[in-house]
């Protein structure tokens, strides 16, 4: 079973990332084999990310296999999504 996995980097002044999360139960211990595949980005003000930011879930509660056979897309489109991301867009 996989934890968190997650791509940062920053376009101009905001911080974006692609992310693979694992689904949570209440126990804090995560269900297995199933995550969801997510877009963010935010922006830093004194160091502190501004919240609540940007955020597009390309799959949500998705079985991993899923995830792997579909990865040149997700990250495709993630690109897409990210790189594209205007100040505006972000809710501060």
């Known amino acids: 079973m996989l934890g968190e996995r997650r791509i940062d980097w920053k376009e101009n ?3 974006v990332a692609i992310i693979i999360q694992p689904i949570f ?8 084999s199933f ?3 997510i877009n963010v980005a935010w922006i830093m ?15 949500e509660k998705s079985n991993y296999n899923l995830i792997e056979k ?17 100040l505006g867009d972000i809710e501060l």
């Open 70 to 86: 579909e990865i040149d897309e997700l990250l495709f489109q993630s690109e897409n999504n990210l790189c594209n991301i205007k």
């Open 13 to 15: 002044q905001i911080c």
């Open 25 to 32: 139960l209440m126990t804090g211990d995560t269900y297995p």
């Open 45 to 59: 003000k004194n160091g502190i990310a501004v919240k609540p930011g940007w955020k597009k879930m390309l799959l």
């Open 35 to 37: 995550y969801n595949f």
